[in-house]
């Protein structure tokens, strides 16, 4: 039997909440398509929209790596799979390209195996992949990717994963400009320290925003979205962030930050019309997207 599976691109740490919050978008997304053969062991026969970059050998890549581990732990190492896998977001990007692939690579073969515990279980595989890709396994773009909507990663040891709600009217523009920002550098320049008067202002604006998310103000949420942490060292490897920023701004953005660890951008708005303004200003990545989408299987 085969299966195609779609699993969304997500903007993690959404500004304030670094490595604990993340949210799922629509579109894109990447596509697994996953097919049981009779030879034991996993083949990936095709990989398209990555340029090349991505490695076909099986005991390298992060589908095949993350679904052999799944696999290894439902003591089902008999079967034989070949994976194709279709990207639809460019590689480092900050949109949670990595995490898409391999959701969507752990979803297809949890249904092919009529699997039917809760996806969540599939979130420490997907970890692995995440490790894998860029030397930590954080959870905040693939547990988005894999449940849909807002998602709070409370504790990661032991892992706490808490689904949130967002207003309906909230929107989401994303510009990528297009350089390469690889996750695994992006952490390497973050500060180990901090002091505790910037503790108390980013904690107190992750409350902010998970308030703001549950009693849909997005006042609120706008005015919580402020990263004095993370995002001060990380614009500097975006061009003109904050000149982006002040545009998006006066256009009526919300808020505005770094996706993920960079380079791709985004800003919340209150409707389609103003995130797609703002994304056309912007001159890059013109796509107007709406937050709560979930993966699905065709
Ligand atoms: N929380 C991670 C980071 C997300 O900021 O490094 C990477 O996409």
């Given at each position: 039997?085969t299966?195609?599976?779609?699993?969304?691109?997500?903007?993690?740490?959404?500004?304030?909440?670094?490595?604990?919050?993340?949210?799922?978008?629509?579109?894109?997304?990447?596509?697994?398509?996953m097919?049981m053969?009779?030879?034991?062991?996993?083949?990936?026969?095709?990989?398209?929209g990555?340029?090349?970059?991505?490695?076909?050998n099986?005991?390298?890549?992060?589908?095949?790596?993350?679904?052999?581990?799944?696999?290894?732990?439902?003591?089902?190492?008999?079967?034989?799979?070949?994976?194709?896998?279709?990207?639809?977001?460019?590689?480092?990007?900050?949109?949670?390209s990595?995490?898409?692939s391999?959701?969507?690579?752990?979803?297809?073969?949890?249904?092919?195996?009529?699997?039917?515990?809760?996806?969540a279980?599939?979130?420490?595989?997907?970890?692995?992949?995440?490790?894998?890709?860029?030397?930590?396994?954080h959870?905040?773009?693939?547990?988005?990717?894999?449940?849909?909507?807002?998602?709070?990663?409370?504790?990661?040891?032991?892992?706490?994963?808490?689904r949130?709600?967002?207003?309906?009217?909230?929107w989401?523009?994303?510009v990528?400009?297009d350089?390469?920002?690889?996750?695994?550098?992006?952490?390497?320049?973050?500060?180990n320290?901090?002091?505790?008067?910037?503790?108390?202002?980013?904690?107190?604006?992750?409350?902010?925003?998970v308030?703001?998310?549950?009693?849909?103000?997005?006042d609120l949420?706008?005015?919580?979205?402020?990263?004095?942490?993370?995002?001060?060292?990380?614009?500097m490897?975006?061009?003109?962030?904050?000149?982006?920023?002040?545009?998006?701004?006066?256009?009526?953005?919300?808020?505005?930050?770094?996706?993920?660890?960079?380079?791709s951008?985004?800003?919340?708005?209150?409707?389609e019309?103003?995130?797609?303004?703002?994304?056309?200003?912007?001159?890059?990545?013109?796509?107007?997207i709406?937050?709560?989408?979930?993966?699905y299987?065709s």
């Amino acid at each position: 039997s085969t299966i195609a599976v779609f699993a969304p691109a997500t903007v993690a740490n959404v500004v304030c909440g670094f490595d604990v919050l993340g949210f799922a978008v629509n579109e894109p997304g990447d596509e697994v398509i996953m097919r049981m053969t009779n030879k034991p062991g996993i083949t990936i026969s095709k990989i398209t929209g990555d340029d090349g970059r991505l490695p076909l050998n099986p005991a390298k890549n992060t589908v095949s790596v993350s679904v052999q581990h799944y696999l290894e732990s439902v003591g089902r190492t008999d079967i034989g799979l070949d994976i194709e896998l279709h990207k639809k977001m460019p590689i480092g990007s900050g949109l949670g390209s990595s995490s898409a692939s391999t959701v969507a690579g752990l979803f297809a073969i949890k249904t092919l195996l009529g699997d039917e515990t809760d996806a969540a279980t599939l979130l420490p595989f997907a970890m692995k992949g995440e490790e894998m890709a860029c030397g930590h396994g954080h959870a905040d773009n693939v547990a988005p990717a894999l449940l849909g909507g807002f998602v709070l990663i409370r504790s990661y040891e032991p892992l706490d994963v808490v689904r949130l709600p967002h207003p309906a009217g909230l929107w989401c523009a994303i510009v990528f400009p297009d350089v390469d920002v690889p996750t695994r550098e992006a952490r390497q320049i973050i500060r180990n320290k901090i002091f505790m008067k910037d503790a108390v202002t980013q904690w107190g604006n992750i409350a902010g925003l998970v308030s703001g998310l549950f009693m849909q103000d997005i006042d609120l949420i706008g005015r919580s979205m402020q990263d004095v942490l993370v995002e001060p060292v990380r614009s500097m490897l975006i061009p003109d962030f904050y000149v982006m920023r002040q545009i998006a701004m006066e256009m009526g953005a919300v808020s505005f930050g770094i996706s993920g660890s960079g380079p791709s951008v985004f800003a919340f708005t209150r409707d389609e019309e103003t995130a797609k303004r703002i994304t056309q200003k912007l001159q890059q990545h013109l796509t107007g997207i709406k937050i709560g989408s979930n993966i699905y299987v065709s």
